[in-house]
């Protein structure tokens, strides 16, 4: 009797077979989502626009049509750009497993690194450059990396793009990019300024959505709670509830690099293996932290938003914000970190007084109201400028405006007033009772049909 072959189904998408053959050694099994729409219309060369969910196999969508429709006796023909450094290296790691039976070279440049190593990158001619906006403007400048013949030209990440301010120079690369192409936009939402790009620099663009409107843009496996915490409550209460929870990994996200600093500092202080990630540390340091966290040397990341994309590691258990992104967008970016791929993964945000109209926010673009979660045996303590003894106007000014009081949390209370121990008081004052249904989102959220 003869042997059945079993069915690839990446084959069935249309996929080479040496390009099959990786995918499966990577025990690529079953495509995702994004990749059973996206791959078919990808591997014609329309142009497309694909809207997926942080973590669920982008990358493959976008880069292995690409990858199979190189032409290997060309180089510089394809240019992932991606918003974030991070993004960028894991993205080349990732085409460079799907190439290991292609003869396709490819390189990743960015900023923070040596310029001549790059440019001298560049000279060994490769096909794919996958890189961060500034640095590839850069070389473009310099002559290094010409993008007129470019045939393929992704931006990954987008709306992310727009958020941290790249919007003119995707503008300027898609206007180097003069030749006739392939332009493949991927993000995890679509707003009115990506259609206006989209508008300008696609032709009849195919569009494929893995988010449906009715249901939420997070990870469906990530559990989302709302922590109500004010602020010079959240170091301590951070601390216990990674105390309870013993995530595997967990990223902490805070709004500065100052507040990243403090609450890392905070949580080792406590004996918590934690290490902070931002803009100001040098390349090296960064990917020393990341090589740290993917290899689980270090088990809590405290992060600002930065580095909420492209923080590509698969266990990580538990995002915890530690502010409330002000962006809605941010919220789902960062939660996206957990949950990857089928896993499942918590997140825990917190909501101070004050705060009620951002968590609104989250909830309406995520169209889900995130459950009311009390840390087991955490008791609220009393704002340290009321306590006896403080002064009238205590070191607690970062506290007076509710709207910014994130910012600063850590900073607030004295090493003594922040002690576990410190006499609680809790929420029962009328102030505080005023202002609890806000905090804890038991109100009316109107949701997105
Ligand atoms: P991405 O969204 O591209 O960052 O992918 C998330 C992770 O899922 C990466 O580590 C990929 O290697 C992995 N991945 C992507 N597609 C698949 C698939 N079809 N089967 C198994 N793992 C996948």
Redesign the pocket.
């Known amino acids: 009797m003869s042997q059945i072959e079993p069915s690839n189904a990446?084959a069935a998408l249309g996929l080479e077979p040496a390009i099959v053959m990786a995918?499966n050694e990577?025990?690529?099994?079953?495509?995702?989502e994004?990749?059973r729409l996206m791959i078919p219309p990808a591997l014609t060369g329309v142009d497309v626009i694909g809207q997926?969910r942080?973590?669920?196999?982008?990358?493959?969508?976008f880069?292995l049509p690409i990858l199979q429709r190189l032409d290997l006796a060309h180089p510089l023909q394809a240019l992932i750009v991606t918003p974030t450094r991070e993004l960028a290296i894991?993205?080349e790691a990732?085409m460079v497993?799907f190439a290991r039976h292609k003869a396709a070279r490819m390189i990743v440049v960015y900023g923070g690194q040596k310029i001549q190593h790059q440019t001298k990158l560049l000279e060994r001619n490769p096909h794919i450059v996958v890189g961060t906006p500034g640095r590839i403007l850069d070389l473009n400048q310099r002559g290094s990396l010409p993008l007129a013949n470019m045939k393929f030209v992704v931006f990954d990440e987008v709306d992310r793009m727009f958020d941290i301010g790249f919007r003119d120079d995707v503008r300027k690369i898609l206007a180097l990019c003069k030749g006739p192409r392939q332009t493949i936009f991927v993000s995890a939402t679509i707003n009115d300024d990506i259609e206006r790009m989209v508008q300008q620099h696609m032709i009849n663009p195919q569009r494929i959505f893995t988010a449906k409107a009715d249901e939420s843009l997070t990870n469906p496996e990530a559990v989302q709670y709302v922590v109500g915490v004010q602020p010079w409550d959240k170091l301590r209460a951070l601390r216990l509830l990674i105390q309870q929870e013993q995530p595997t990994l967990a990223i902490i996200f805070c709004r500065t690099k100052r507040s990243v600093d403090k609450v890392s500092h905070g949580l080792r202080e406590r004996g918590i293996n934690a290490s902070a990630i931002h803009g100001d540390l040098l390349q090296n340091q960064r990917e020393r932290v990341m090589r740290g966290f993917r290899t689980g040397k270090i088990n809590v990341l405290v992060a600002t938003d930065l580095a909420s994309r492209g923080i590509?590691v698969?266990e990580i258990s538990h995002v915890i914000n530690y502010d409330v992104p002000e962006d809605p967008e941010a919220y789902v970016h960062r939660v996206g970190r957990t949950a990857?791929?089928g896993a499942t993964g918590k997140a825990f945000t917190f909501v101070s007084l004050g705060q009620a109209q951002l968590q609104t926010e989250i909830e309406k673009m995520i169209n889900h109201l995130l459950e009311e979660y009390r840390i087991p045996g955490f008791t609220p303590s009393m704002e340290p400028s009321k306590r006896p003894g403080a002064m009238p106007h205590g070191a607690t000014d970062s506290l007076s405006s509710p709207q910014h009081a994130a910012a600063d949390t850590s900073a607030a209370p004295s090493a003594a007033a922040q002690a576990d121990g410190y006499a609680p008081t809790s929420f029962t004052s009328a102030e505080s009772a005023a202002a609890r249904r806000p905090i804890t989102g038991r109100f009316p959220t109107r949701r997105r049909r």
């Open positions: 990446f995918l990577l025990h690529f099994v079953e495509p995702s994004i990749q997926a942080t973590g669920t196999g982008k990358t493959a969508a880069g894991q993205v990732e497993r590509d698969h990857r791929m």
